[in-house]
């Protein structure tokens, strides 16, 4: 008698969970899935940084996605009306476009600290870069390619009607020349550069130091939507 009771319940909770539901929790466990192995993408930056770069893009899909599928799961259940169901998907939407923005933008804000070859290149000015008497060091080795970069501390440059220093960084086959031109075409911002090759050829996540900040306009919308989704729930019918 009490398994047959135990089957009855699990039945009318099966009953219970509407399509959209089933579409909320497909959406969510996907967008953990690919959460997941973006993240051990951007462990595996250790080893080569084409996989951070992807593993990073993968986080940035899975975060909207996991917050769509908690946004609408339980929102619209078995019996509401029409209005009600088209209001929680457009809730979810909401949700989803205001975690994605808070993503883009964070993960803006990191990678302008990590990788700023992007950021550089988006909003700096264009200038010719005097590095005849700048000290030009060996950089980082790159493990997806035989290309090496070098930091030239002291360059100079002129930029908004003003002589800057700072540090330019360039490919390792830029400094040849160096001899002979004694500068470089490069994009500048505040005291840093870098070279127009350079920029040409970022690392793999310097894609996303590109991003606006205005991306974070996001999280009064994700905070909302989190709210009313909140009182919608309450309401239950």
Do not use: K
């Amino acid at each position: 008698m009490a398994e047959h009771n135990g089957l009855m319940a699990a039945g009318r909770a099966g009953d219970d969970n509407t399509a959209a539901d089933v579409v909320a929790s497909a959406v969510a466990g996907l967008g953990l899935l690919v959460g997941a192995l973006g993240a051990a993408g951007l462990v595996l930056v250790l080893c080569t940084n084409s996989l951070a770069g992807v593993g990073l893009t993968m986080v940035n899909v899975a975060v909207p996605a996991v917050a769509f599928g908690y946004a609408l799961l339980d929102a619209a259940p078995r019996g509401s009306r029409r209005p009600r169901q088209v209001g929680a998907i457009l809730l979810a939407v909401v949700i989803a476009a205001g975690a994605a923005g808070v993503g883009g933008g964070l993960s803006g804000i990191a990678m302008r600290q990590f990788a700023p070859a992007d950021h550089v290149g988006r909003y700096g000015e264009r200038v010719q870069v005097t590095v005849m008497d700048a000290d030009c060091r060996h950089g980082t080795i790159w493990r997806r390619g035989p290309r090496a970069d070098f930091y030239c501390d002291g360059a100079t440059w002129r930029a908004g009607g003003r002589d800057e220093r700072g540090r330019l960084t360039l490919f390792y086959q830029e400094m040849e020349p160096r001899s002979q031109s004694r500068q470089v075409d490069a994009y500048v911002l505040g005291n840093e550069g870098y070279s127009v090759e350079r920029v040409g050829e970022v690392e793999s996540w310097a894609w996303w130091a590109g991003r606006p900040l205005w991306l974070l306009l996001g999280l009064p919308a994700l905070v909302l939507g989190l709210l009313l989704r909140r009182d919608l729930v309450a309401r239950r019918r």
